[in-house]
């Protein structure tokens, strides 16, 4: 080894958020300047990368190989055209601290702003506006790309189209993104005026989620999955929209783009193994977060932490369920078939399970991105600890209903499908892997993911 020689990457354990899987690869910090070295010497077993970890499963991991987390990079705002153009390894919790005072907001943001710009369009995220604005790809319109063999191409929906939507939702296996330009949401107020609904029946969420769908750009539904009799799947809606000026009070109108986001506490690591969620403590949470909601009230005014981002206050939350992790288990069915929800969501009500982590969502139609996961309809995401292990048949049954359906799982939330299973999902594999097999024809990228799914 030459003096001069960067020291070897260190060899790490690394997990998704859900904490399971964890496989050992070597983890190599880079910014655009040192990605091609670090292309150039990846071993055979390959490199994926890796943006804040924040998937449940394994996707930005590759057991054996290389992983590449990328350094954050800059963030120029263009107010001439309203787009961004930002390094890939910058977190949406950096963005928002520099756009909302400026007058913007992301286009989609997910239920924590601890993820990156790569991490974001390698899955396709999608937020409470998938309704009306669709998911992040939708809004990008140049990534810079470099591939396999270290040239940087320059993508977007004009240019490279077939592989610009390979890349979105690609998870990482199309090439490592240095940074992409999207478009801004200019907005007045960094307050999000809130209509919240207390609704006693899985029948009364739906009915009032497809009725006021229209008028508000956010909407998302908690739902108690402990609740029985005429009572299952009761929950609260709530709908947002960005506050105009008019809407503030004297007080917030003297800076109405202020935007601060702390973390008020850190979950502590000394959790017991299989964690504190049982059926007592998620009953008693569930009650009580069920009667803490207004049964109606209209335009109260939240920040964007409170209203978005509300699990971001507590640190490392992910070790409520103990060492042994959990899985999220996230799907989308057709509008046709939504009694294959209703009847999903009744059968977890009966199995009486733990769950208080569970969002119900409106999709409206997706993008070309062959592997993105939205698609118009509905979509259900339920937290599970992995120590509930009786719930692995209910979820094979759910499964079939789900593929039956027409419906997919989201490659974000995976860590247990089958290669049948995404396969189904995901009908236009084939599509995706001769754009892939044309940028990558060795191989190069390759994630645990993508060897558990043979995605490529
Ligand atoms: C509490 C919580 C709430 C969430 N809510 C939502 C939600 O509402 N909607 C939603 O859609 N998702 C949601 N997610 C999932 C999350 O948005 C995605 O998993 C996202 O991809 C994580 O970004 P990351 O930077 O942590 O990427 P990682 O998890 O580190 O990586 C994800 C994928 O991105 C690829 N990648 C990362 N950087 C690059 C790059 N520079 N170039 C190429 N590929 C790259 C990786 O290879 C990997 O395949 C949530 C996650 C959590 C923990």
């Known amino acids: 080894m030459d003096a001069n020689d960067p ?17 050992a690869a070597s983890l190599v910090e880079i910014d655009v300047a040192t990605a091609a070295a670090a292309i150039k010497d990846l071993p055979s077993r390959g490199g994926i990368a890796r943006g804040l970890g924040r998937s449940y499963g394994d996707p930005a991991q590759n057991g054996g190989g290389h992983v590449l987390r990328l350094a954050p990079g800059s963030i120029v705002v263009d ?19 520099v756009l909302v005072p400026r007058g913007y907001f992301v286009p989609v943001t997910p239920g924590t702003r601890y993820v990156t710009v790569g991490g974001a369009i390698a899955s396709d995220i999608h937020g409470k506006n998938h309704h009306l604005d669709g998911s992040f ?12 063999d270290t040239t940087i191409v ?28 999207f ?12 209509d919240t609904y207390r609704l006693g029946s899985l029948d009364e969420v739906m009915t009032e989620m497809v009725a006021s769908e229209s008028d508000f750009r956010y909407s998302v539904a908690w739902l108690d999955l402990l609740a029985t009799g005429r009572h ?62 207004p049964r109606s009230r209209r335009g109260e005014l939240q920040s964007i932490p409170t209203y978005f981002h509300p699990l971001d206050l507590v640190g490392h939350w992910n070790r409520v369920y103990g060492s042994e992790g959990f899985v999220q288990y996230q799907f989308h069915v057709p ?18 399970l733990p769950i208080f982590m569970t969002v119900l969502k409106r999709f409206g139609p997706g993008n070309p991105a062959p592997l993105s996961f939205p698609q118009s309809g509905w979509q259900l995401a339920i937290d599970i600890g992995v120590a509930r292990r009786r719930i692995g048949p209910l979820l094979g049954a759910f499964d079939r209903m789900v593929l039956d359906a027409g419906g997919r799982h989201y490659l974000a939330k995976d860590a247990t499908m089958t290669p049948e299973t995404f396969r189904r999902g995901y009908p236009r594999l084939a599509e995706w892997q001769d754009i892939r097999a044309r940028v990558d024809p060795a191989g190069v990228w390759a994630s645990d993911q993508s060897r558990r799914l043979r995605i490529t």
């Open 154 to 181: 320059e993508i977007g929906p004009d240019r490279d189209p077939e592989l610009f939507w390979a890349t979105v939702g690609g998870m990482g296996l199309t090439g490592l993104m240095l940074d992409a330009t």
């Open 79 to 97: 107010e001439s055209d309203h787009t961004a153009t930002v390094g890939a390894g910058v977190s949406i919790d950096d963005l928002l601290r």
């Open 232 to 293: 299952v799947g009761r929950g609260v809606l709530t709908n947002g929209a960005h506050a105009t000026a008019g809407q503030l009070t004297a007080a917030e109108a003297g800076d109405p783009l202020e935007y601060r986001a702390d973390q008020l506490a850190v979950m502590p690591p000394l959790v017991p193994p299989s964690g504190v969620i049982n059926k007592l403590t998620v009953k008693a949470f569930n009650e009580m977060w069920y009667r803490k909601a």
């Open 137 to 148: 790809g939708t809004h990008v319109t140049n990534i810079r790309l470099m591939l396999a």
């Open 183 to 194: 478009r801004l949401l200019p907005i007045e107020t960094s307050r999000i005026s809130v």
């Open 7 to 23: 020291a070897p990457a260190p060899r790490v354990e690394l997990t998704g958020f859900g904490l399971t899987n964890p496989s």
């Open 335 to 352: 509008d046709d078939a939504v009694d294959v929800m209703v009847s999903i969501i009744h059968r977890l009500a009966a199995a009486q």
